[in-house]
C-alpha cells in the first residue's frame, strides 16, 4: 500500500484545516487507517484512527471534539478534518494503513507509512 497525504498548510490559530490521504495498492477496504503527527522535538503521536471493519473511529484525547476522521473506500482516501486548530497542534501529519483493527493508537500496529504533510498554527 503506497499512501500520500496532503492538505497540510499555514493557518491561525481557531481556524480549520481538511488533511487527506490518498492510498494505492492493495485493497484499500481491508485495512484500519490512522492518522499520527509529530512536532519538533516530540515523539510521533497518535491521532485519530478508523475500523476496516466497521468504520468506527477513535480519537485522542487532545483533539477530541475537534477531530474528525473519514474515509472513502470508492475514492481509496481518508481525511482528517481539524477545526479550532491551536497552535500545540503544530506538527508533521502522517497517515498509516493497519491490517488490524485493534490498538490503533499504537504506532506499531501498522504496516504502511506516508510521507507526512506539514500542519503550521500560528498564534
Known amino acids: 500500500v503506497q499512501l500520500q497525504a496532503s492538505g497540510g498548510g499555514l493557518v491561525q490559530a481557531g481556524g480549520s484545516l481538511r488533511l487527506s490521504c490518498a492510498a494505492s495498492g492493495r485493497t484499500f477496504s481491508m485495512y484500519s487507517m490512522g492518522w499520527f503527527r509529530q512536532a519538533p522535538g516530540k515523539e510521533r503521536e497518535f491521532v485519530a484512527a478508523?475500523?476496516?471493519?466497521?468504520?468506527?473511529?477513535y480519537t485522542a484525547d487532545s483533539v477530541k471534539g475537534r477531530a474528525t476522521i473519514a474515509r472513502d473506500n470508492a475514492k481509496n482516501t481518508v481525511s482528517l478534518q481539524m477545526n479550532s486548530l491551536k497552535p500545540e497542534d503544530t506538527a508533521v501529519y502522517y497517515c498509516?494503513?493497519?491490517?488490524?483493527?485493534?490498538?490503533?493508537?499504537?504506532?506499531?500496529?501498522?504496516?504502511?507509512w506516508g510521507q507526512g504533510t506539514q500542519v503550521t498554527v500560528s498564534s
Open positions: 498509516a494503513a493497519a491490517s488490524s483493527d485493534s490498538r490503533l493508537y499504537r504506532l506499531d500496529q501498522y504496516d504502511y
Open positions: 478508523i475500523t476496516w471493519s466497521d468504520d468506527s473511529t
